[in-house]
């Protein structure tokens, strides 16, 4: 069993800047992609970035130019520079470890964007 492991987030101004950080139980370099999603209330919860084993990377229209995900594979985290967010960023954020047959969660992360 893979275990996926978030931190960072919290409160954070419109604007501002904050960070997540994820930790994977095995070598992230054999996982086929990692991925944050979010879920607002009342919404699906929706793919926010991802990097895949070979590095290539994806984002959401909504994050483009404002997210970074990136990686490192001697630590095996996966992290999420959140820049210039607002307050529609706000939303539990989950890693996510996608291998062919599986998907390993993380238990999700608080990020609230306010003033």
């Known amino acids: 069993q893979v275990q996926v492991v978030e931190s960072g987030g919290g409160l954070v101004e419109p604007g501002g800047s904050v960070r997540l950080s994820c930790t994977v139980s095995?070598?992230?370099?054999?996982?086929?992609?990692m991925s944050w999603f979010r879920q607002a209330p009342g919404l699906e919860r929706e793919l926010v970035a991802a990097?895949?084993?070979?590095?290539?990377?994806h984002y959401a229209g909504s994050v483009e130019g404002r997210f970074t995900i990136s990686r490192d594979i001697t630590k095996n985290t996966v992290a999420l520079q959140m820049n210039s967010v607002a307050h529609d960023d706000t939303a539990v954020y989950y890693c996510?470890?996608?291998?062919?047959?599986?998907?390993?969660w993380g238990q999700g992360i608080q990020v609230t964007v306010s003033s």
């Open positions: 996510d470890a996608h291998e062919v047959d599986d998907d390993y």
């Open positions: 095995k070598s992230i370099s054999s996982i086929y992609q």
């Open positions: 990097i895949f084993r070979g590095g290539t990377t």
